[in-house]
């Protein structure tokens, strides 16, 4: 068996306004969610398609916890989008914090974006234009 990637952490203060966020926003599909009463935490479990073939972001929702320090360790989730613009366009009308409009990447020539989850984490969305 080959390892690969099966998914991001990222604790959320508010569970509902995150899930909202990846699936109403970004389209992503809500694969699982459950509690544990006795830990006093919720795990959801949201992607683009299921756990057993691709990866996927787990929020984590402590129920005693409101917020979180975002820190300095983790970068961000990164999303391939096929037009940019016009994704940012419709994520800003819908609600969602644009931190960086589209533009090539510094030193480079990539077309990248950055958006802000519910809990400020960075979302980086990458234009990537289908082959012909």
Avoid at 33 to 49: E, I, M, S
Avoid at 97 to 126: C, N, Q, V, W
Wanted: glycine share 10%; net charge negative.
């Amino acid at each position: 068996m080959s390892w690969r990637m099966l998914h991001t952490m990222i604790r959320v203060g508010n569970l509902d306004a995150s899930i909202d966020f990846y699936t109403r926003l970004l389209g992503m599909k809500l694969l699982r969610r459950q509690d544990y009463p006795d830990g006093r935490f919720t795990l959801a479990f949201v992607g683009y398609g299921d756990e057993a073939d691709n990866t996927v972001i787990e929020l984590t929702h402590n129920w005693d916890t409101a917020s979180y320090d975002l820190g300095t360790g983790f970068g961000h989730v990164a999303l391939g989008v096929p037009d940019i613009h016009a994704t940012c366009a419709q994520l800003a009308q819908a609600g969602a914090k644009i931190t960086r409009p589209p533009g090539p990447m510094k030193h480079g020539s990539t077309i990248i974006a950055f958006i802000e989850d519910p809990d400020g984490y960075k979302i980086e969305l990458i234009e990537r234009k289908a082959h012909s």
